[in-house]
């Protein structure tokens, strides 16, 4: 099972800033791409799928490119409620597949 | 809102003992996970389960090891001997197979094991 590497941070940031996160992948067969969020001690859930062609939900903007095995979060207006890890996540297949998670990176939204 | 539940929240064991951590899974769902946590570490795969058979299992998933669905709701792990390296969270999930795209996993609260 190969990797997930994201920078585990933290990252400091004001309320209100933008933000960005990165995540390459190593294998190549991965076919889809998540983005999930974990608080202390709670388990992870789905923050957005990640799409070929990049997507938007509300704040949130993932992109990817199968060419440089490479997946971006970007959040703006941040909140004191986004604070949490972002893990990024990929499975190579199917629904049977299990999912192979990055260490996340943690954000500290500062007030 | 449907959800998956585990069950207990936490369970101390001895070393050597055998250990059964319990999972109810969202009901229309026909796909189960069984994921572990080390503290500080990241979210590791270990089986995943359909059609009442394993359908992929991890290296870690070893002869300790088993999974079943004894009846229509609950999906459990057993671990046979419990060794001091098995303490972690564990998380059970599961997923209704809507395409390779929208493949959502559910998880549980999971279950926080410690081995003493």
């Known amino acids: 099972r190969k990797e997930v590497e994201q920078d585990p941070g933290p990252f400091n940031v004001p309320e209100g800033a933008t933000v960005a996160f990165n995540c390459t992948y190593s294998n190549s067969a991965s076919q889809s791409f998540f983005w999930y969020r974990q608080d202390c001690r709670k388990e992870p859930k789905l923050l957005m799928s990640?799409?070929?062609s990049g997507n938007e939900d509300g704040r949130f903007t993932a992109q990817l490119n199968r060419a440089s095995q490479y997946i971006s979060l970007l959040i703006r207006d941040s909140k004191l409620s986004d604070s949490a890890t972002y893990l990024c996540v990929v499975n190579t297949g199917g629904g049977a597949d299990g999912l192979t998670f990055g260490k996340g990176t943690h954000l500290i939204i500062q007030p | 809102e449907p959800e998956v539940t585990q069950t207990p929240s936490h369970q101390v064991t001895q070393m050597g003992q055998e250990v059964i951590l319990r999972c109810v899974p969202i009901s229309n769902h026909l796909y189960f996970y069984w994921y572990r946590q080390i503290l500080g570490q990241k979210v590791e795969f270990l089986v995943s389960f359909y059609n009442n058979e394993i359908s992929e299992k991890s290296e870690i998933f070893d002869d300790q090891f088993s999974v079943e669905r004894p009846d229509g709701s609950n999906f459990t792990l057993k671990i046979r001997s419990t060794k001091l390296e098995d303490s972690a969270m564990y998380f059970c999930a599961s997923s209704d197979r809507r395409g390779l795209l929208d493949n959502e996993q559910f998880f549980g609260p999971g279950t926080r094991l410690t081995v003493l």
């Open positions: 990640v799409y070929s």
